[in-house]
């Protein structure tokens, strides 16, 4: 969204605040102090890596965490010798409101208060800090319509702003550490926490298929469960991979899922990995949420068989089901990696594209009453 908003005016990217320790391990040593860092990032986007004190989150601590992120986005404020004309807080940070002239969105991609135990945090402060954030906004944009409803409640008028995927680009080849499982091959990619129902997976493997599994795990969820499944000879785990990589992932895929659990905080978000498979033109069968029935639901006014690319499924059983009708039993003699139905393929892409990042950052531009920026 950032890298697409410098077609209307220039972007400082604020990255989450880490902690000075976090700091140190990143980098391999200690900054001077609690000093922010600014670096390009692209053409009319600079990025700003902010730190905090130790213990960002924890009560006490925390009361210092919004002052010193203000003072340092002030602070490349001014290196950069820009006033901001809007800005855009994906989470609720007292950061809001801060700014004279400036329209205030607050861009909400989470039911927070639902994820506080996933985040660690306390429920009951998150509640206080909605409303505060509420209160600074001009603007409260939702990635899905179950968090619009959310907001709506607390009384704001909200704008559905749905997360988007990368651009489609031409097909890349597999990475050579996904290759020599057999096909057809089901892939996962994203955060492996307990948002991700491991039933799924488990009997996706349980009936033979391979599973490529790319993405950093969290060490809390299912660690006993998780470590016997990547130890099955038909399961492939990649870890945290860059981003530039992802899509050579995907080409070594033939089916992508979104195995989300049934739980609030799902139930609000919306699976940016489906559209992330569509764009590196795989079908896509999803757990049944409210964010996967508004993809269904567009996939059905554009594409002509729309059953062919997505499907929804309610249960560990209707996975298997699914994959099995749609990329076969397996075992089976399906394509190579790469060599996909390449009609199938296009379809997917073309939903994709529909849903990209630049048309989410036309919608979320439009919201705040920016024009594009002239050419240079």
């Not at 670096?39 to 601590?61: F, K």
């Not at 986005?73 to 006033?83: E, F, M, N, P, V």
């Amino acid at each position: 969204m950032a890298e697409q908003m410098t077609r209307y005016a220039n972007v400082l990217w604020v990255e989450p605040q880490s902690s000075v320790a976090t700091s140190a391990r990143r980098h391999g040593k200690l900054r001077d102090g609690i000093a922010p860092a600014l670096s390009p990032m692209a053409d009319r986007l600079t990025c700003l890596s902010p730190v905090a004190l130790p213990g960002l989150t924890r009560p006490g601590v925390r009361q210092t965490t919004s002052p010193l992120l203000r003072a340092q986005i002030r602070w490349a404020l001014r290196r950069l010798d820009i006033r901001p004309s809007a800005v855009v807080c994906g989470y609720l940070a007292d950061v809001l409101g801060r700014w004279d002239g400036a329209v205030n969105v607050l861009f909400c991609s989470d039911d927070w208060v639902a994820g506080a135990q996933l985040m660690g945090m306390s429920a009951t402060w998150l509640v206080a800090q909605e409303r505060a954030a509420l209160n600074r906004a001009d603007v409260v944009a939702a990635v899905s319509t179950g968090l619009a409803s959310h907001w709506a409640a607390l009384g704001a008028k909200t704008v559905v702003i749905p997360n988007g995927c990368p651009s489609v680009t031409e097909p890349a080849q597999p990475a050579p550490s996904a290759a020599g499982l057999p096909g057809p091959v089901v892939g996962l990619v994203g955060q492996l926490s307990e948002r991700i129902d491991m039933g799924i997976l488990t009997a996706l493997s349980d009936a033979g298929y391979s599973l490529l599994i790319v993405g950093p795990h969290d060490s809390r969820w299912e660690p006993e469960r998780f470590a016997s499944l990547i130890a099955r000879p038909n399961v492939r785990y990649i870890g945290r991979v860059p981003a530039e990589e992802v899509p050579s992932y995907l080409a070594a895929m033939d089916i992508g899922i979104t195995p989300y659990t049934n739980s609030p905080f799902n139930q609000a978000s919306f699976p940016m990995k489906t559209l992330e498979y569509f764009s590196g033109g795989l079908p896509v069968v999803a757990t049944d949420l409210p964010g996967s029935r508004w993809i269904q639901a567009d996939l059905a006014g554009s594409d002509p068989a729309p059953d062919e690319i997505m499907a929804l499924v309610s249960s560990p059983a209707d996975m298997v089901s699914a994959v099995s009708r749609m990329v076969g039993a397996p075992g089976g003699a399906g394509p190579a990696p790469g060599q996909r139905d390449p009609k199938r393929s296009a379809r997917c892409q073309a939903f994709a594209t529909r849903h990209s990042w630049a048309t989410r950052a036309d919608t979320l531009a439009a919201t705040i009453g920016l024009s594009p920026a002239p050419a240079s």
